[in-house]
Nanobody
Framework: QVQLVESGGGLVQPGGSLRLSCAAS????????VVWYRQAPGKQRELVAR???????NYAGSVKGRFTISRDNAKNTIYLQMNSLRPEDTAVYYC?????WGQGTQVTVSS
């Protein structure tokens, strides 16, 4: 059983930055694609970014150019660097890989 633990969320002003982390208890990110999702209140969950085992990233159009997904294999950790944050980025952010999900971390963008 693998556990995924997200961290790094918080309150930030529009235009600010946050870096989310997703730490795995095992080495799965070099085997399975990892995906960051987000879900805002009253909205459907949406894919934000994903990273394949060979390191190919893919982004939702709404975050392309602002968010960057990366991986640290030594730490079994995935990062989501979020820059130029907007109020519409407010959501709970989840990471998922294979059948495993994290508990989510809240990101709030507000002045």
């Amino acid at each position: 059983q693998v556990q995924l633990v997200e961290s790094g969320g918080g309150l930030v002003q529009p235009g600010g930055s946050l870096r989310l982390s997703c730490a795995a208890s095992g080495s799965i990110f070099d085997i399975y694609t990892v995906v960051w999702y987000r879900q805002a209140p009253g909205k459907q969950r949406e894919l934000v970014a994903r990273l394949t085992p060979d390191g190919a990233p893919n982004y939702a159009g709404s975050v392309k150019g602002r968010f960057t997904i990366s991986r640290d294999n030594a730490k079994n950790t995935i990062y989501l660097q979020m820059n130029s944050l907007r109020p519409e980025d407010t959501a709970v952010y989840y990471c998922s890989s294979s059948k495993y999900w994290g508990q989510g971390t809240q990101v709030t963008v507000s002045s």
